[in-house]
């Protein structure tokens, strides 16, 4: 069966998400740890995450992936913000073992100005700092647009990152589809010839999680910018191929398109009929 899902609000907590999940025929989901542009975090509610385990088992919702807020930049110029995107991410790990077994994606981080080599250095070593042994969470470094000083616009730099980390097993990557169409992966026209650089370049089996989104802007663009499914310059019979694909079908997909519960529950619908299609 396809695991597919979308973002969700994280504001009512974890069973609010299971239900929402449910609600639309997803079975797992996307949230925000905290506020996305913030570094504040509620306290976790103990009881909430009990009953949201049970109703997890029972609706077979997982892995969910948890998302880091995407303004924190492990890979910054100034030491106080390094600091920070550390510190946080490592709170978000101990937060997330209390759902153990899920995943958890963020931004490699901008060098601004420092060039690709020292963010790259940057950002293993934060990883290289809060990862742990014991850990039951998988870190998924996000493929980006390649926007401005952006890290992880090319598979390659992915690459360096994780040849970089101790704890191999703890770190995978997450595809998002209109961040490497954007970075002038051509999804639409070439995906066996992307699959395969993947494949070459990072390795299939780092790969944990798919961000199935359009994308507003052309190939190469740079510019980030997510559209409604079959609303983009990707299409929706190219993004059907990408959940489709033989070496990705067993991978769970979020949808992080601009949408509300019901366009998500449309398109969680129309990716399950082009899925059972094959
Ligand atoms: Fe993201
Ligand atoms: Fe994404
Ligand atoms: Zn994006």
């Given at each position: 069966m396809l695991k597919i899902g979308c973002h969700l609000s994280s504001s009512k907590g974890y069973q609010a998400m299971a239900r929402m999940a449910v609600s639309i025929k997803a079975d797992t989901f996307q949230f925000f740890t905290r506020n996305p542009r913030g570094t504040k975090a509620k306290a976790i509610n103990e009881e909430d995450v009990e009953g949201f385990l049970r109703s997890a088992n029972k609706e077979k919702i997982w892995?969910?992936?948890?998302?880091?807020?995407?303004?924190?930049?492990?890979?910054?110029?100034?030491?106080?913000?390094?600091?920070?995107?550390?510190?946080?991410?490592?709170?978000?790990?101990?937060?997330?073992?209390?759902?153990?077994?899920?995943?958890?994606?963020?931004?490699?981080?901008?060098?601004?100005?420092?060039?690709?080599?020292?963010?790259?250095i940057y950002i293993a070593a934060m990883l290289e700092q809060i990862l742990k042994p014991?850990?039951?969470?998988?870190?998924?470094?996000?493929?980006?647009a390649g926007k401005g000083s952006e890290i992880g616009g090319r598979f390659e730099e992915l690459r360096e990152i994780l040849d970089r980390v101790t704890l191999k097993d703890h770190v995978g990557v997450c595809l998002d589809t209109c961040h490497i169409w954007d970075g002038g992966y051509d999804i639409a026209g070439h995906l066996d010839e992307v699959v395969t650089e993947f494949d070459q370049v990072i390795g299939l089996k780092k790969l944990k999680a798919i961000h199935l989104n359009d994308s507003q802007n052309p190939l190469g663009a740079r510019k980030d910018r997510h559209a409604r499914i079959g609303e983009g310059k990707i299409g929706f019979e190219a993004l059907a191929r990408v959940v489709c694909h033989p070496a990705l079908r067993g991978l769970p997909f979020y949808l992080e398109t601009p949408n509300e519960l019901d366009g998500y529950a449309k398109e969680i619908h129309m990716m399950r009929e082009a899925w059972e299609k094959g």
């Open positions: 892995p969910i992936l948890a998302h880091a807020p995407y303004i924190l930049n492990a890979c910054s110029k100034d030491e106080g913000l390094r600091v920070l995107a550390r510190d946080t991410m490592a709170d978000d790990l101990a937060r997330m073992e209390h759902t153990p077994g899920n995943m958890y994606n963020f931004h490699p981080g901008c060098h601004v100005g420092q060039g690709t080599e020292a963010g790259i014991e850990q039951h969470t998988v870190m998924l470094l996000e493929t980006m």
